[in-house]
């Protein structure tokens, strides 16, 4: 049996937003942390991280306070869903770009 000279393809397209993980502009809403409400901004040491652990994209960052990546976030809510204190809220993608204008 002889050898082929075979050939890798490769894609050639060239990403576009959503791609990479990335969200894009598809994401409906997006959490946002209350520092006075989230045990680790207000107690000033590493407590807590629900939303860290149970965030499936993994966009929490465990530091303190901590912050969400909103570029890989796609706004599932779970990091809401399980804060124990209730120091996530998810907010209306449409409001933030709203303040952002301001």
């Keep these: 049996m002889g050898t082929r000279g075979y050939r890798y393809k490769t894609s050639h ?3 576009g937003p959503g791609d990479g993980g990335n969200t894009g502009s598809w994401r409906v809403q997006r959490p ?3 520092p006075a409400r989230c ?5 000033g040491v590493e407590a807590c991280f629900a939303c860290w652990l149970y965030c499936p994209d993994c966009v929490v ?6 912050e969400i990546d909103y570029e890989y976030c ?3 809510g779970i990091c809401a869903e399980e ?3 209730g120091a996530i809220a998810m907010v209306d ?3 933030c770009h709203e303040h952002a204008k301001d």
């Design 93 to 95: 993608e449409s409001l």
């Design 39 to 43: 045990t680790p901004a207000k107690r």
């Design 83 to 85: 804060c124990p204190t």
């Design 61 to 66: 960052s465990r530091t303190v306070p901590p």
């Design 74 to 76: 796609k706004g599932c």
């Design 32 to 34: 946002v942390i209350d």
């Design 13 to 15: 397209s060239l990403p």
